[in-house]
């Protein structure tokens, strides 16, 4: 049993070292990408022939508290008007559905070309309405916004133009968060959201390694979205599936690093889970369908295929996290009860570069956006151990999602419910659609809090502390996430 439980952990550091180095091979690439300067284009717009027309998609499902704010955002996008159609694909089944359409007529009076697409069922869900709207599309290029996303209003000016590439079959921006400092639970979403559209995004794009639409805040080349096979329902993910597709068809994708989409941000923690269980289910059914397409593809370079790899695999760290975790108990006790292993335990110390390489590049990620100096480096090392407490104690919660998307058991599209707060004086608590009840994932959550307490009383018994911060950081990171899924459905 000793020997089976060292090779499943030795396994597992493993594995989570390769994917540190991964990213510190992204870190590289990103700052390679910094020094070069980016050639911006932009249109004539005295030659209406170079200008082309674009529809904006808005796919909006029971969205009451913040459709108001995103129709009015939206029709104050420049651009011109005979160029720009809007289409409000809207699935709803609650009172919003009249309060939209009476703000869709308003809007219409202005001249502003805005539909108001509802279907019988939702078949398919977001990918499904998509799909729908684009059947009857005017545009060459669709933009794509979910209900909490604020595009500035030159958004298209900064965009459309990098489809004068012809081989560009998508744009995508970097997400913003106009509520980032509204709690500690936005604040490591931001973090997180942060490392992802700064350094993993412009790291892959710089090399022509596949990244992914973000499934909002982007625009697609029409053309791009048929040729690769159209919006498809059988992942969560369809943003992701779409992207790989079509990458294996040899279109690129341009990120634009500079070009900020501001959103909110989930601000219960109900709402938080809802979010990541979709992403990291679809990563992992994406896996299953995709990557080994990819692997036989003899024009997919190596590199891509590795980065690649660990790209759709992301979410499936959790579970190997959740593994490491969880044996670091018995290896901790058999280390002191085993004195033959002392060899092996000096050896795997050196997978502790991995935590090494991950706060190397966290902080440049957080340096971009925060600036440099001795307090913002304070503030960075109280957020990533913050971070990285939190984000262990959704591991369970994760990595249920994770098997589910490897082992093909199919759920509903559940959509993240929206709130329309910036700040702690707009209250979330009257929000009709946070889902009060508790996961039994909650209960595994406050066993787990309660077994690494016994992981920091076994340090003091055993007199090793090795482990003890690790064991802090579960300890506090699944005190968190029970405590606030509780307390949220009071």
Not at 468 to 488: D, Y
Request: net charge positive.
């Amino acid at each position: 049993m000793d020997i089976a439980i060292i090779i499943t952990y030795t396994l597992a550091l493993l594995i989570i070292f390769m994917y540190s180095l991964a990213q510190l091979n992204l870190l590289v690439n990103y700052l390679k990408a910094r020094k070069e300067p980016e050639n911006s284009p932009t249109f004539d717009f005295s030659k209406q022939e170079e200008i082309p027309h674009v529809t904006v998609q808005l796919p909006v499902f029971n969205e009451l508290y913040v459709m108001d704010r995103l129709l009015d955002n939206i029709a104050e996008l420049e651009y011109p008007k005979d160029k720009l159609e809007i289409q409000v694909l809207d699935d709803s089944t609650d009172e919003s559905v009249v309060t939209t359409s009476a703000h869709i007529e308003k809007l219409q009076k202005t001249g502003l070309d805005i539909k108001h697409i509802r279907r019988e069922d939702r078949s398919g869900f977001k990918a499904g309405a998509l799909k729908e709207g684009l059947k009857i599309a005017k545009g060459e290029y669709v933009a794509i916004f979910d209900a909490d996303f604020l595009p500035g209003k030159k958004w298209l000016l900064q965009t459309i133009p990098y489809f004068k590439d012809e081989n560009i079959g998508v744009v995508q921006t970097r997400w913003g968060h106009i509520n980032r400092d509204y709690s500690m639970l936005t604040k490591i979403q931001a973090f997180a959201l942060d490392f992802h559209f700064t350094m993993e995004q412009v790291g892959r794009n710089y090399k022509d390694h596949f990244i992914n639409f973000n499934g909002t805040a982007g625009v697609w080349r029409k053309t791009c979205i048929e040729d690769a096979g159209n919006w498809q329902g059988d992942t969560l993910t369809e943003d992701l599936d779409l992207s790989y597709r079509a990458q294996l068809k040899k279109w690129k994708f341009k990120y634009l690093e500079e070009v900020e989409t501001p959103a909110e941000l989930p601000v219960v923690i109900s709402a938080a889970r809802s979010q990541q269980f979709r992403w990291n289910k679809g990563a992992a059914e994406n896996f299953q369908k995709l990557y080994w397409k990819l692997l036989k593809d003899k024009s997919v370079p190596f590199k891509t295929k590795f980065h690649s790899f660990f790209h759709l695999l992301n979410s499936s760290m959790f579970l190997l996290v959740l593994l490491v975790a969880v044996l670091s108990v018995p290896v901790m006790y058999i280390k002191n009860s085993n004195p033959m292993f002392s060899w092996y335990f000096n050896v795997i110390a050196f997978f502790a570069l991995s935590t090494v390489i991950f706060f190397f590049c966290y902080w440049h990620t957080f340096k971009k956006i925060h600036g440099k100096g001795f307090w913002n480096f304070m503030e960075y090392i109280k957020m990533f151990f913050t971070f990285f407490s939190i984000a262990m104690g959704f591991s369970v919660h994760n990595s249920m999602a994770v098997l589910e998307g490897h082992f093909g058991k199919k759920s509903e599209f559940v959509r993240t419910p929206k709130f329309n707060v910036k700040s702690l004086k707009d209250s979330w608590k009257g929000n009709k659609y946070i889902n009060k009840n508790i996961s039994g994932n909650t209960i595994i959550e406050a066993l787990l809090m309660a077994y690494f307490g016994f992981a920091l009383y076994s340090a003091f018994k055993l007199q090793d502390f090795g482990l003890f911060l690790f064991h802090i950081m579960l300890f506090l990171g699944f005190g968190f996430v029970f405590f606030k899924s509780v307390t949220s459905k009071l």
